[in-house]
């Protein structure tokens, strides 16, 4: 399922509702891979549409247990009745080509962050510290960026990738 969009969105959201001092909850990716009109279900879509989708229309996601990953793109479930759901107030989206400290400031000051990128070279991963790729104009996936580390000899960044088990 090409459903990184969803997960990167959704894993910020998370990330803010913790930071406001509520517990860490698990939203649906689903309910956003399913809901989200404007984009394409597992065969892709746009980070901003749909944070745009969710600030337009309000609507709260709901925990993962009530609407549970599936892999596939289905039927829109609409949870009028649930005791619990988050919505998001806005959100802002910014090019951070050839601004890493920018967005490192981003990063410190408002927590985790939805990106696109182009992980072209990340399909043959196999450990360590992807060096010397960086294209800030082929985005073909979306992560969420959890932190950085600039202490060691080769900086880095700290991504949760959707890919894997």
């Given at each position: 399922?090409?459903g990184?969009w ?24 689903q309910q956003?891979?399913d ?6 279900g597992?065969?892709?879509g746009?980070?901003?549409s749909?944070?745009s ?10 925990r ?7 892999a596939?793109t289905?039927?829109?479930?609409y949870?009028?009745?649930?005791d619990f759901?988050?919505?998001i107030?806005g959100f802002?989206?910014?090019d951070?080509?050839g601004?890493e400290?920018?967005m490192?400031?981003m990063?410190?000051d408002?927590?985790?962050?939805a ?6 070279s990340?399909?043959d ?8 790729h960086c ?5 073909n996936?979306?992560?969420l ?12 960044w700290?991504v949760q990738?959707s890919?894997g088990?």
């Amino acid at each position: 399922c090409g459903g990184c969009w969803a997960f990167s969105i959704v894993g910020g959201i998370e990330s803010a509702y913790a930071i406001k001092g509520n517990n860490l909850e698990e939203l649906s990716v689903q309910q956003v891979i399913d809901c989200s009109y404007n984009n394409y279900g597992c065969s892709g879509g746009s980070t901003v549409s749909a944070l745009s989708w969710l600030n337009q229309t309000k609507v709260k996601l709901v925990r993962d247990s009530e609407y549970t990953f599936k892999a596939q793109t289905g039927l829109c479930h609409y949870f009028g009745h649930s005791d619990f759901g988050v919505s998001i107030t806005g959100f802002a989206a910014y090019d951070f080509s050839g601004q890493e400290e920018e967005m490192m400031r981003m990063l410190v000051d408002s927590g985790p962050l939805a990106v696109t990128v182009d992980a072209v070279s990340w399909q043959d991963y196999l450990g360590g510290i992807i060096q010397y790729h960086c294209s800030s104009g082929r985005a073909n996936h979306a992560v969420l960026i959890t932190g950085f580390d600039l202490t060691g000899v080769i900086p880095y960044w700290i991504v949760q990738n959707s890919w894997g088990p």
